[in-house]
């Protein structure tokens, strides 16, 4: 009789969880293309080069990143500014800026690298390419445009979500801090177009807090 | 014998001696002799204690090859097994099938850089990957990290554990034919996962803990989602008690299956839960504290027959008592910094970069040249989901590894395999290859 019982105790478990999916109380699932997960703030996905608020591009072809990225899919030539017409700010610019993305291990060190925060990562991770050129993004791929639209590379697709591009992550903002408690909650990095003005993520003692705790 | 011939022993940080060409260690192969050395080389004959049976007709005998490419090998695992009739007289795993060179591709990447290589080894523990890592690159340093960076390392490894457990708990109850353990594993595994995935933006790979500290703080609102795995996870466990552990079937394909006993282990070098399965108490995390681990409370889980039943009960357990852990390390987080504050080793706060030029010498330094540690050599270890996992890296003083050697644990525990299927049933191969959980890429790295 013992056997029978807990025959049936394991059967409960699969009955319970087999009425809950049905139910839509326990389903885990979503229909993937249709429906996306909402993803954390710190997702690491395709990266963007960004602007300053007034158009100016923000990197200034120093080759940090492609020096921090272990992958070494960083591609990155500077160029002197024209005087009279300057891209960024500095003396220099990035002329030439290419992501090999089939290398691409999504670390984030390049991101950590920048001292101007020229580039940060969005929330969009559908890469897939049909040949191996589509893989390496170029500065027109990468590049947001001085309102601070990121280009799609397939902006047609019925399935693209173009807002993940919008969505910068939280990365180069968290690891501001580099460590220091006293650092933590304290704004330091130059607006974008399109996102705006980050605002830093909370200090110590909120970000230790539990919600019940009022 | 002359004096060139020797080569002497390299110190590291020394001046590494010249290397003088001998004929020492030549192995010399004899005409009567090759053909038989050949034959062991390429595992055409083996030499154990293993004595033929001549009543068996030749019929009966049979050699197998299970995998690489066989969904219950786990990954990449070849199998060549020697049947008769039904029963597994011998059996020889064959690995390499997924080496890329990772120990290598460590002597090419800064120590800064590190952390992204060695967490693609056991690609079901990164954290704990990376924390023998780091541990090691600190000890050569001499640094010690803060109270907190300490205690987030080891809340994630020993979410780590859980979620790895749960995989091994999943794949083990697929092999044998449980299909909705292997739903519920992954499914439960999510929930970590995720918090993962908030912290540190990535849900594997995470490139998390680094020498220093840890990369970024815990997420806002954390303690919520801690709170959530401590409420759920043990309903799970309850779960699994019911659907498995007491299911006579399960019973019946598990308890004495795969039996490793105490002796046998401690001379294959396999630790982790099949170890410990076996009655032995050894766990890295009493032993060798690593992190301030020992201020927290809680047992080394020992089974008894040292199963396949036991390996499982091992890790369900396991998971029980990491929770134990990861609920006194959330009461007890410290506040201040979570990376140590020197210059040389840690970016500065990116504040600091447009304040001072100091800072952004050190930001620029650590960022293209990494940073350097000095000469040295070390070994660290910690405890794995899979058992001691360890570090050893000789630093000749520059900013990479001269050397990076990773005692993987799936490697050691692999070689238990021959004696744990000696003698059963074609059958129980699968449940005792699963219940040694070993991950490929670990094997081979
Ligand atoms: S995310 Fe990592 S691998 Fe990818 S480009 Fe940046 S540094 Fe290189
Ligand atoms: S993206 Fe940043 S790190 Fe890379 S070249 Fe431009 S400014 Fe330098």
């Known amino acids: 009789m013992g056997i029978v019982k807990d025959l049936l105790k394991g059967l409960a478990v699969t009955g319970r969880t087999m009425i809950g999916t049905i139910t839509g109380r326990e389903l885990v699932t979503r229909p993937y293309p249709h429906v996306k997960r909402e993803k954390p703030q710190r997702f690491h996905g395709r990266h963007v080069l960004n602007r300053y608020p007034d158009g100016m591009e923000k990197c200034i072809g120093c080759e940090l990143c492609a020096g921090a990225c272990p992958a070494e899919c960083i591609y990155v030539r500077g160029k002197e500014n024209d005087i009279d017409n300057p891209v960024s700010p500095g003396e220099r610019f990035g002329y030439v800026y290419e992501i090999n993305m089939l290398r691409c291990i999504f670390c984030g060190l390049c991101v950590e690298a920048c001292p101007t925060e020229a580039i940060t990562m969005t929330h969009l991770f559908e890469m897939s390419t049909t040949n191996r050129e589509d893989g390496i993004y170029t500065k027109d791929e990468l590049l947001m445009s001085p309102d601070g639209k990121v ?6 697709d019925p399935l693209a979500d ?9 990365w180069v903002r968290a690891t501001a801090p580099g460590g220091r408690a006293a650092y933590q909650g304290v704004r330091m990095w130059a607006g974008t177009p399109g996102v705006g003005d980050w605002s830093p993520e909370p200090s110590q003692e909120e970000r230790d807090r539990r919600s019940g705790d009022g | 014998m002359s004096d060139t011939r020797i080569v002497d022993f390299w110190v590291a940080g020394t001046e590494e001696p010249e290397f003088q060409p001998t004929d020492e260690g030549m192995q010399e192969i004899g005409p009567e002799d090759s053909g038989r050395r050949l034959d062991e080389q390429y595992g055409r004959v083996v030499d154990d204690d293993y004595v033929f049976d001549d009543e068996v007709p030749d019929e009966e005998r049979m050699i197998l090859n299970m995998g690489p490419q066989h969904p219950s090998t786990h990954g990449v695992l070849r199998l060549q097994v020697e049947l008769e009739g039904e029963i597994i007289r011998r059996s020889k795993p064959i690995i390499g099938y997924l080496h890329t060179g990772m120990e290598k591709t460590g002597e090419q990447l800064s120590f800064m850089q590190g952390p992204t290589n060695v967490t693609r080894m056991d690609y079901l523990s990164p954290l704990h990957n990376e924390l023998a890592y780091s541990l090691a690159v600190e000890r050569l340093l001499d640094i010690e990290v803060p109270p907190r960076a300490q205690a987030i390392r080891v809340l994630m490894t020993e979410l780590n554990r859980i979620s790895s457990h749960l995989v091994a708990l999943a794949t083990n109850g697929m092999d044998i034919g449980a299909i909705s353990m292997m739903i519920y594993g992954f499914r439960d595994r999510e929930m970590i996962l995720e918090f993962f995935e908030k912290t540190t933006g990535l849900r594997m790979n995470h490139n998390y803990i680094r ?6 703080d815990l997420h806002p609102g954390w303690k919520d989602d801690i709170d959530r795995i401590l409420k759920e996870i043990p309903k799970k466990v309850e779960d699994y008690h019911n659907l498995l552990t007491n299911n006579p079937i399960w019973q019946a394909r598990t308890v004495g299956v795969g039996v490793i006993t105490a002796e046998e282990a401690v001379g294959y070098s396999i630790t982790g839960p099949p170890l410990r399965a076996a009655g032995v108490e050894w766990d890295i995390r009493k032993v060798f504290p690593y992190s301030g681990i020992e201020q927290y409370e809680f047992d080394v889980v020992t089974g008894d027959n040292g199963d396949v039943f036991d390996r499982y009960r091992v890790r369900i357990d396991e ?7 990861v609920e006194q390390v959330t009461d007890s987080m410290p506040k201040g910094d979570y990376r140590v504050d020197d210059n040389k080793v840690t970016p500065p706060p990116r504040q600091r970069i447009d304040e001072s030029m100091e800072a ?8 293209t040249e990494g940073f350097r540690v000095p000469a040295g050599e070390t070994y660290v270890a910690v405890e794995s989901p899979r058992g001691e996992l360890g570090c050893y890296i000789v630093s000749d003083g520059g900013a990479r590894p001269y050397r990076m050697h990773v005692r993987a644990p799936s490697f050691y525990n692999l070689q238990g395999l021959p004696i744990a299927m000696a003698d059963s049933i074609v059958a129980d191969t699968v449940a005792t290859i699963a219940s040694m959980d070993p991950v490929m890429g670990d094997v081979d790295r």
């Open chain 1, 151 to 156: 280009p799609h590379m397939f902006p047609d």
């Open chain 2, 360 to 367: 952004l010498i050190h930001h620029f330094k650590i960022y």
């Open chain 2, 319 to 325: 998971i029980v008592e990491s929770l134990k852990i």
């Open chain 2, 211 to 216: 020498p220093g500290g840890v990369a970024v």
């Open chain 1, 162 to 170: 173009l807002g993940e591009l919008d969505t910068a992550d939280g």
